[in-house]
């Protein structure tokens, strides 16, 4: 079973801290993807990766950058945190040979205040 | 961009009722299509995915959805729901090519709430 984590479920910043969130596969995917999820607006994506060191902005990359250091681990980074950046934060992994669907990992609740 | 609309933003049942979930894209060229369902608390998992053959799929738990093309629509159903398949459910599409093509554009959900 491909098992995606994230490093926290429940996260609380405060405006204009630099804030990290982890993701990590153990499936040896090649591809990972950010994105984030509010009521009403479904999944938007921030940000994803093809390859180590390799990013592609999604449709809401403003606020965010990424970091791909090693194949397994896809790090979301909020610059300098806003309140408008509360939202679920779910990150995915897909290998290349099944590259559409796509395995979630269980969220992290940001609330900024 | 690509779009995924999906016409329900919550849908009530009562057990035994048959549901049907809308899911209409903008893309004309070839799709490959999902339902991913969110149960309270749990992560996003896909319920079940349409690249090509016959149109009818069936995936987890009693659900199929239909693929007609000259609609662009891909539309989720269950003949008869239970109080477990209250959850969220996301219809998405990929379309993408080159470094695009594994992204996903997802609608914005339908929450499918089952009274017993």
């Known amino acids: 079973d491909v098992k995606v984590t994230q490093s926290s479920r429940y996260l609380v910043k405060r405006t204009g801290e630099k804030v990290f969130l982890e993701c990590v596969q153990d499936m040896d995917h090649e591809n990972m993807f950010w994105y984030r999820q509010d009521p009403g607006l479904g999944l938007r994506l921030i940000y994803f990766?093809?390859?180590?060191?390799?990013?592609e902005k999604g449709d809401i990359p403003e606020g965010y950058s990424v970091s791909r250091e090693k194949k397994e681990r896809f790090s979301l980074i909020l610059e300098s945190a806003s309140t408008n950046q509360t939202s679920m934060y779910l990150c995915?992994?897909?290998?290349?040979?099944?590259?559409?669907?796509?395995?979630f990992g269980p969220g992290t609740r940001l609330t900024v205040t | 961009a690509q779009s995924v609309s999906q016409h329900n933003h919550h849908v009530i049942l009562s057990e035994a009722a048959s549901l049907e979930l809308g899911c209409n894209y903008s893309?004309?060229?070839?799709?490959?299509l999902f339902w991913y369902v969110q149960y309270p608390g749990q992560h996003l998992q896909l319920l079940l995915k349409?690249?090509?053959?016959?149109?009818l799929v069936k995936g987890i738990k009693g659900f199929e959805a239909e693929f007609i093309k000259s609609k662009f629509s891909f539309n989720l159903r269950k003949p008869s729901v239970q109080w477990s398949d209250t959850a969220e459910y996301f219809c998405a599409v990929n379309a993408g090519r080159g470094s695009t093509l594994g992204r996903l554009y997802f609608g914005r959900g339908t929450q499918l709430t089952v009274w017993p």
């Open positions: 893309y004309g060229g070839t799709v490959n």
């Open positions: 995915a992994s897909s290998s290349t040979e099944i590259i559409y669907e796509q395995y």
């Open positions: 990766s093809y390859d180590v060191k390799m990013k």
């Open positions: 349409y690249f090509s053959g016959d149109p």
